[in-house]
């Protein structure tokens, strides 16, 4: 268990933006940061971190909350672990506490995976750089290959001795079970219980996540027997989920935001050849198709791709359809096709760093004008091959989400394939036919399974989510709207103080002005008036406040995000979020008047009541004046009900009247 003083520690050290920023390119808006949700595939920007509040709020997805929430939420990690995480990356020693049986079992699988990963890279790493046979046979093969002893150190480069149960029988010695080694996908089991390595006699790539953390590896074979196989990957596993993770990405974010720029490879050596050719904004999908959890990974942090082709065909033609994918997210993409057959790794070594740069920049083409011209090489005067070409272009011409851009490339791709544009277009569209009824009838396949989490108020200005982000919009009450305006203020000034004036007793006397925080005097109205929140979590807060105040203790939103509840987190999140980024001119369109200034927080919290109050007080009228509809009311029941009206109606006009001109719905 981590001492509560330990906790405090790295909730002090560690810096909101910093650690998001491995995630996600935040981008200023306000007061507040702004980026694409790493959490959903989205176009627009709808993810805020509120840095002086220590919090984030996705609207996309809805989730919201502390920075530990966020690591809970992006690593599917717990607690503990992302408290581990977080006082690595600070440098904070945590001196844990004696666990009890009932926590030590709860320790979660993933956690234990990572312990038994982590372990094994540096047991690799070790065997190349301290052992006999990792220095003459793992570290001779990449010495041979021209990379340098920085370039293996930063990536951690290993060797897995060709021995049946070496890293099996050092794995047990140091206190790993035989499930875990063969969870993690480190070794084997055979019929009698024994373990073999998995990886025997391979050079060892470890594989990590955006921050850097090894999740899994890569292991090339150095044998020459065509039998083997060249490469093997780690098995999937609740650590290592290869469609979504991208080698070196942990390296290549900062310079990728820097020169707003990914280069996309296709294997290990080749991202290592270009971090020492100096190009460092360089991914590889590791020899896997491209897929769309990659993709947006690469997103977070640019739109402008360029994919490093080698000279083989057959590769170009299988890597086609992943391009399409980078296209459908929005991408700009361009193409390098390095020539005589060479990989990054070769070409690098070949014509130097400086050639390799040139290549990379000044050689690039753009996609659809080097795929036309591709595919009409192969196709010759061919009128079958040439159809074929004509329908793989329009399916990329029709990826493209942006209908402006869409439309220049159906002219170039026009003229390129020597087509009328008016027949390519009509394919086009006839392709974006069939996509959108696809799209229309899984659409209504969901809507059948029930509504979609809101999103927030429907308004919005540049500081706030777009259109795209808040999917189908759920009608808002404007009850709600004050309630949650309410709870908003209470949070942002829960320990501000107001002046409150008592009334003399007695004739002469002077009144009495108290200043009492802004939370006592919420709380204190709330009862006095039985205004009751209607929203469970509005609910939720005001007993979380009126607990505390009974012990003399005020709630805090930095407390309340660290909330055990993340369902309270997300609520305190999104109201803090929502201060920060709210449209004036939607409060002007829904008559809702957030005040924010601390010297008319007495008079916000008035209106607020008096809102409230009255809609309370319309909602009882409705439903006398339903009563009074009933056919054959007794008439002591009927003059009951009518003398109810009378006095509610008169409520509501003396309500109405402390509005003046206001006309509320």
């Keep these: 268990m981590i001492p509560a003083e330990t906790v405090d520690q790295i909730m002090n050290a560690a810096v909101i933006e910093e650690v998001v920023g491995d995630y996600v390119e935040l981008k200023k808006s306000g007061s507040a940061l702004r980026g694409l949700s790493p959490f959903t595939n989205e176009k627009t920007p709808s993810f805020y971190v509120l840095p002086a509040k220590g919090i984030f709020k996705c609207f996309s997805s809805q ?24 006082a690595k990356r600070y440098n904070i020693e945590i001196v844990e506490k004696e666990r009890t049986p009932e926590e030590i079992a709860a320790a979660t699988a993933k956690e234990s995976l990572g312990n038994v990963v982590a372990w094994a890279q540096k047991w690799f790493t070790d065997q190349m750089r301290n052992t006999d046979a990792g220095k003459a046979i793992g570290r001779s ?63 060892m790539f470890p594989i990590r996540d955006v921050t850097g953390r090894v999740i899994g590896f890569g292991g090339r074979t150095l044998s020459t027997e065509k039998k ?24 290549a974010k900062p310079e990728i935001v820097k020169e707003e720029r990914c280069f996309l490879v296709e294997g290990y050596t080749d991202v290592m050849a270009m971090h020492q050719a100096g190009v460092r904004n360089v991914v590889a999908s590791s020899g896997t198709a491209l897929t769309p959890g990659q993709i947006q990974l690469i997103r977070r942090f640019t739109k402008n791709v360029t994919v490093i082709f080698d ?25 390098v096709l390095l020539p005589d057959g060479d990989d990054p790794d070769t070409y690098a070594k070949k014509v130097g ?34 159809a074929d070409m004509v329908r793989s272009v329009v399916t990329s011409i029709a990826a493209i989400p942006d209908a402006i851009q869409r439309s220049v490339y159906l002219q170039t791709s026009a003229s390129q394939l020597g087509l009328s544009e008016d027949v390519l277009g009509a394919e086009v569209a006839k392709t974006l036919h069939a996509a959108a ?88 109205r709330l009862e006095e008036e039985g205004i ?38 997300q609520k305190v999140a999104g109201a803090m979020i929502q201060q920060h980024v709210l449209s004036p001119n939607w409060s002007e369109r829904h008559k809702i008047y957030p005040v924010v200034e601390k010297d008319q927080l007495t008079d916000l919290l008035e209106g607020s009541l008096r809102r409230l109050h009255l809609w309370d007080l319309k909602k009882a009228s409705a439903e006398v004046s339903a009563q009074l509809q009933g056919a054959d009311l007794p008439v002591d029941t009927e003059r009951d009900l009518l003398a109810q009206k009378v006095e509610i109606d008169a409520q509501i006009r003396q309500t109405l009247a402390h509005f003046g001109t206001v006309i509320l719905p």
């Excluded at 033609?317 to 459908?328: E, F, M, P, Q, V």
Aim: with cysteine.
């Design 228 to 251: 083997v196989a060249k490469y093997f990957n780690s098995p999937e596993s609740p650590l290592y989920n290869k469609s979504k993770v991208l080698y070196g990405m942990h390296l």
């Design 532 to 569: 009751q929140m209607r929203q469970p979590m509005n609910q939720t807060l005001v007993q979380r406040f009126s607990a505390e105040l009974d012990h003399e203790r005020i709630l805090t939103p930095e407390q309340l995000t660290q909330d055990q509840d993340q369902d309270v987190q």
């Design 437 to 524: 009824m696809a799209e229309q009838k899984r659409s209504v396949q969901q809507a059948a399974r029930g509504p979609q989490p809101q999103g927030p108020p429907p308004e919005y200005d540049p500081g706030m989510p777009p259109p795209e982000a808040m999917a189908e919009q759920v009608v808002v009450d404007p009850r709600t709207l004050v309630e949650d305006d309410l709870i908003r203020a209470l949070l942002e000034y829960a320990t501000d103080t107001v002046s409150v004036t008592l009334e003399a007793d007695t004739d002469g006397e002077e009144a009495e002005v108290l200043e009492v925080p802004f939370a006592e005097l919420v709380i204190h």
């Design 311 to 335: 000279g083989d065909a057959a590769g170009i033609r299988a890597s086609l359809r992943g391009i399409d994918l980078l296209l459908a997210e929005g991408m700009a993409v361009k193409v």
């Design 141 to 203: 093969y990449f010495v041979e290959r021209g990379f340098r002893d920085d370039v293996l150190d930063a990536f951690l480069i290993g060797y897995s001795p060709d021995t049946w149960d070496a890293l099996a029988t050092a794995g047990q010695e140091a206190g790993y079970s035989a499930e875990k080694l063969v969870e993690a996908g480190l070794c084997k089991q055979r019929e009698d219980g024994s373990l073999w390595d998995f990886f025997k006699g391979r050079v």
């Design 63 to 86: 989730k919201g909350g502390s920075l530990v929430t966020f690591l809970m939420e992006i690593e599917k990690v717990s607690y503990p672990e992302a408290l581990r995480m977080l």
């Design 353 to 386: 760093s400086d050639a390799l740069n040139k290549a990379i920049h000044d050689d690039a083409q753009d996609f659809l004008e080097f795929k036309a011209r591709l595919l009409a090489d192969e196709a010759g005067s061919d009128p079958l091959k040439r």
